[in-house]
């Protein structure tokens, strides 16, 4: 069998155990998706600092690199929007009347700088947190404490789809999560709960994400 390689640039451990551990799973036999952690600074020694987003310049330079390669069928991102740097292309004043509109805005923008048939970006809209929102029991059951499934379903409830829950330091979901669980660390229980949900789940309610899915299963 003939593999066909897809690079997914990631913001940090959690998207890459998202990657790894869920979404490779769920494509195609021949489809094998590699996550690289976004390097926030080279060495000339040649290894890199990890984690977080740097500077868009820094960015496009990882996304350039990575093409280089010519094996790859398709380099792709999973990048937050919330916290997204406003160098990125069209970050600064993003147009569209609603969160789906403005988020597209941003990657259609990015796609034009990068101007490469091989290249696709993703951004989670507004983070990779919003999709646990889309099965709050799961999130009450990740952390043993059911008498917060009210306070998540009331969460989930106030907006149309996981993916618009707020983009604000205070109200992203990564600070909701936090504020009912002190002791929420990314990488671990990010990963556990999204497992715990499903894709399937997920592709239900957020459908941004799901748009971004179905092209790679369509690679």
Not at 89 to 106: C, E, I, K, T, Y
Request: net charge positive; hydrophobic share 40%; with cysteine.
């Amino acid at each position: 069998m003939k593999w066909r390689k897809v690079y997914v640039l990631v913001e940090g451990q959690t998207e890459e155990r998202f990657v790894k551990n869920i979404l490779r799973q769920e494509m195609p036999e021949d489809l094998y998706l590699q996550p690289v952690i976004v390097a926030t600074k080279r060495v000339n020694t040649g290894g890199k600092f990890k984690g977080g987003v740097p500077s868009y310049p820094k960015v496009k330079d990882e996304v350039m690199r990575l093409l280089r390669d010519s094996s790859v069928k398709m380099v792709t991102t999973m990048l937050d929007f919330y916290g997204l740097p406003t160098t990125f292309p069209g970050r600064a004043h993003p147009q569209g009347s609603n969160a789906q509109d403005r988020v597209r805005f941003v990657e259609e923008s990015w796609d034009s700088d990068i101007a490469h048939l091989r290249f696709k970006a993703y951004l989670s809209l507004h983070e990779f947190e919003a999709l646990l929102f889309s099965q709050p029991e799961k999130i009450a059951e990740g952390f043993a404490q059911p008498t917060t499934l009210t306070a998540l379903r009331q969460i989930r409830d106030n907006f149309p789809t996981p993916e618009e829950i707020n983009d604000d330091p205070a109200t992203a979901p990564s600070a909701r999560l936090r504020s009912l669980y002190p002791r929420y660390g990314k990488p671990f229980f990010g990963s556990l709960i999204a497992s715990r949900i499903g894709l399937e789940t997920m592709l239900l309610n957020c459908k941004h994400f799901a748009a971004w899915v179905s092209f790679l299963r369509s690679l």
